[in-house]
Nanobody, 127 residues
């Protein structure tokens, strides 16, 4: 059974926008932080952004802060990543993830705490 399903992504020119969606079951959404990691070719996976189901706690990687916005729609069990002012270096595969602690995103190697992963969505930004 697929627990986390993501959609969105695609190709865009630098300066453009894309939105990723991530749907999860109610039980996952209400007990975990939800967010995204990304991996570019030849590079390590890195945390991008995360949000908790309740409250306003969020995390943004310094490289995306001010350009990306993570939000949630609890009624539809969906989390979104709005990506604006995209740069070529934002290119990569974006993975939705669910983890019980925010440190999964905010600490190095924290992704070991991720309980569920999405299938990945390709984001390509061209110059």
């Amino acid at each position: 059974e697929v627990q986390v399903v993501e959609s969105g992504g695609g190709s865009v020119q630098a300066g453009g926008s894309l939105r990723l969606s991530c749907a999860a079951s109610t039980s996952i959404l209400k007990t975990n932080y939800m967010g995204w990691f990304r991996q570019a070719p030849g590079k390590e996976r890195e945390a991008v952004a995360a949000i908790f189901a309740f409250g306003e706690t969020t995390y943004y990687a310094p490289s995306v802060k001010g350009r990306f916005t993570v939000s949630r729609d609890n009624a539809n069990n969906t989390v979104y990543l709005q990506m604006n002012s995209l740069k070529v270096e934002d290119t990569g595969i974006y993975y939705c993830a669910a983890a019980p602690v925010l440190s999964a995103w905010s600490t190095r190697a924290g992704s070991n705490a991720v309980l569920y992963w999405g299938q990945g969505s390709q984001v390509t930004v061209s110059s």
